[in-house]
């Protein structure tokens, strides 16, 4: 089962931030976030394991509610460089295969 | 650290035509290996994966096949491609337990016309 993600598509001003939503149906062991700029593979983020962490990576963080089975990637202060497709991958307790959402399309313009 | 190769970068095909798209692993040992394909605007689509040499998983019947024939090498094949096999074929790696991020290759962008 797919995950959900939103919003589709954010346009950002340089410096505000922005919230993507990842959700799914079923049960999660962990979810997985990338950016995939245009043209290019995409490139890992961040892993949030079972147990309702929350990571960050530079100005980037992300939380995990296993609960909710719900993630969200968070992006302040948002710098021209975010601009990309971002796409959280979720994975089930057994582990071997990670299924991606949609993606949404994020543009930081100056 | 693991890289993962894959070439060509771009392919035009015939409908009708085969296809041999490989991946090869370097830096690693053992790692389970993915097939993903993205139509153009579009998510991430497992295709299949291996957790071993010989051991393939298809997530989506279709006219497309995968082989692991070494523990770092993972091919994508086609007898006859269709048009709706069109798009960009990424190669991913994951070592590190089943819990360790996806590595992947720079892909392959394949037209059929």
């Known amino acids: 089962q797919q995950p959900v993600q939103s919003p589709q598509a954010v346009i950002l001003r340089e410096g505000e931030d922005a919230v993507i939503n990842c959700s799914s149906s079923k049960a999660l062991y962990s979810v997985h976030w990338y950016r995939q700029k245009h043209g290019e593979a995409p490139v890992f983020l961040m892993i949030?394991?079972?147990?309702?962490e929350q990571k960050g990576h530079e100005k980037i963080s992300a939380s995990f509610n296993e609960k909710k089975q719900q993630s969200s990637l968070y992006l302040t202060a948002s710098q021209l460089s975010y601009s990309g497709t971002y796409f959280c991958g979720t994975e089930d307790t057994g582990g071997f295969k990670t299924i991606f959402g949609a993606g949404t399309r994020l543009f930081v313009k100056a | 650290s693991q890289t993962i190769h894959q070439w060509p970068a771009t392919l035009v095909q015939p409908v009708g035509s085969p296809l041999s798209l490989e991946c090869t692993v370097e830096g690693t040992s053992n790692p389970n290996l993915y097939w993903y394909r993205q139509a153009a605007g579009r998510g991430l689509q497992l295709l299949f994966y291996?957790?071993?040499?010989?051991?393939i998983s298809s997530e989506v019947p279709q006219n497309l096949s995968a082989s692991r024939p070494q523990d770092r090498q993972f091919i994508l094949s086609s007898k006859k491609l269709l048009l709706s096999d069109s798009g960009f074929y990424l190669c991913a790696g994951k070592t590190g337990g089943i819990r360790g991020p996806l590595h992947f290759g720079n892909g392959t962008r394949l037209t059929v016309t």
């Open positions: 291996s957790v071993g040499i010989g051991q």
């Open positions: 949030l394991l079972k147990g309702g």
